[in-house]
Structures are given as structure tokens and as C-alpha cells.
């Protein structure tokens, strides 16, 4: 499911995944921005996008009224195009109504503007993280603190936290 939806589709409200949809990869949903979504499909097993000198989006990006609050922990994050395993670019860039709290622990690498304009996210625990990309949660205005790793990299152009005005402690 790559591109499927991508931007073809700003009308598309609801949308019903069938059992064998497993994976969603590359811009499937981009810019579905009334596709209404309050839970993870559950059975979704790997999403992902790609990693590329200037950019790419990912599956969800630009999906304004999604608004689940959870992903389940058996959800791989992969990439397509690239030598890295987990990095993945925009995810849920501009998901203004993405409610999430936390992420699968397997989730090591987010990589630039992964969760960037995501105003409602409260994720705080991010001690599995070892790579955050440039511009990851910039935006998140819900975050007040975050619990970090031993990050071990980040992105090239700093500013991973950028206007996260309520964040108080890391």
C-alpha cells in the first residue's frame, strides 16, 4: 500500500482495511487530511516510509483528523530505500489530532519531522531511542517532559525539539 490514497484522496473520511492488509508503506494515506481514524488497525503488523536526500513522507503524513492515542507494540517501523532499518521520515508529520502517549519500544530510530506538528502527543519515554532526526517532535506542544536514552545520534540539523514551548524537563 504505497501511495495508495496519497493526495488524490482530501475527501476520503472513512476507510476499512481488510484482514490481509499487514503493511502500510511510503505516502499510502499522505494528505488524507479528514480521514477520521481513532484506532490503530489491528491488524497492521509494519509501516514505514522512505528516507531520501530531500525528503519523503511517510504513511501518515499530513492526516489531520486521525486521532488515535496508541500503537500496539507488535508494529515494526521500517523503511524502504535506504541501508537503514528504522529510519523513516515524517511519519506522522502534521497529525494535529494524533493523540499518542507512547511508542513500541522496538521503534529505536525516528528520523526528521517524524512526529512535527503533532500539537497533541504527550509521548514522554523515549529511552528505547537512539537516533532522533532533525525537527522530530518540533511543534509537539504537548509534551511537558521527556524521559531520553542513550541517544546516540542526531539529526544533522539540530533542532529536534523546536517550539515545543511546553516542555520543562529532559
Same mark, same amino acid.
Given at each position: 500500500?504505497?501511495?495508495?490514497?496519497?493526495?488524490?484522496?482530501?475527501?476520503?473520511?472513512?476507510?476499512?482495511?481488510?484482514?490481509?492488509?499487514?503493511?502500510?508503506?511510503?505516502?499510502?494515506?499522505?494528505?488524507?487530511?479528514?480521514?477520521?481514524?481513532?484506532?490503530?488497525?489491528?491488524?497492521?503488523?509494519?509501516?514505514?516510509?522512505?528516507?531520501?536526500?530531500?525528503?519523503?513522507?511517510?504513511?501518515?503524513?499530513?492526516?489531520?483528523?486521525?486521532?488515535?492515542?496508541?500503537?500496539?507494540?507488535?508494529?515494526?517501523?521500517?523503511?524502504?530505500?535506504?541501508?537503514?532499518?528504522?529510519?523513516?521520515?515524517?511519519?506522522?508529520?502534521?497529525?494535529?489530532?494524533?493523540?499518542?502517549?507512547?511508542?513500541?519500544?522496538?521503534?529505536?530510530?525516528?528520523?526528521?519531522?517524524?512526529?512535527?506538528?503533532?500539537?497533541?502527543?504527550?509521548?514522554?519515554?523515549?529511552?528505547?531511542?537512539?537516533?532522533?532526526?532533525?525537527?522530530?517532535?518540533?511543534?509537539?506542544?504537548?509534551?511537558?517532559?521527556?524521559? =531520553?536514552?542513550?541517544?546516540?545520534?542526531?539529526?544533522?540539523?539540530?533542532?529536534?525539539?523546536?517550539?515545543?514551548?511546553? =516542555?520543562?524537563?529532559?
Amino acid at each position: 500500500w504505497r501511495n495508495t490514497f496519497s493526495g488524490s484522496a482530501s475527501t476520503l473520511r472513512k476507510i476499512t482495511l481488510g484482514p490481509k492488509v499487514t503493511s502500510l508503506y511510503g505516502e499510502a494515506f499522505q494528505n488524507c487530511k479528514v480521514l477520521e481514524m481513532d484506532t490503530f488497525p489491528s491488524q497492521v503488523r509494519e509501516i514505514g516510509g522512505y528516507f531520501a536526500s530531500g525528503g519523503g513522507a511517510g504513511t501518515f503524513d499530513g492526516c489531520e483528523s486521525i486521532s488515535f492515542s496508541e500503537i500496539p507494540e507488535n508494529v515494526v517501523l521500517k523503511s524502504q530505500g535506504t541501508k537503514y532499518t528504522h529510519y523513516t521520515q515524517n511519519m506522522f508529520r502534521n497529525c494535529k489530532n494524533l493523540t499518542l502517549s507512547k511508542i513500541p519500544a522496538s521503534w529505536w530510530m525516528l528520523g526528521d519531522s517524524f512526529f512535527a506538528g503533532c500539537g497533541k502527543i504527550t509521548i514522554s519515554d523515549l529511552s528505547n531511542v537512539t537516533v532522533l532526526g532533525s525537527y522530530a517532535f518540533q511543534n509537539c506542544t504537548g509534551i511537558t517532559n521527556i524521559i =531520553l536514552g542513550p541517544v546516540t545520534k542526531w539529526g544533522g540539523y539540530g533542532n529536534t525539539f523546536q517550539n515545543c514551548s511546553n =516542555l520543562k524537563a529532559v
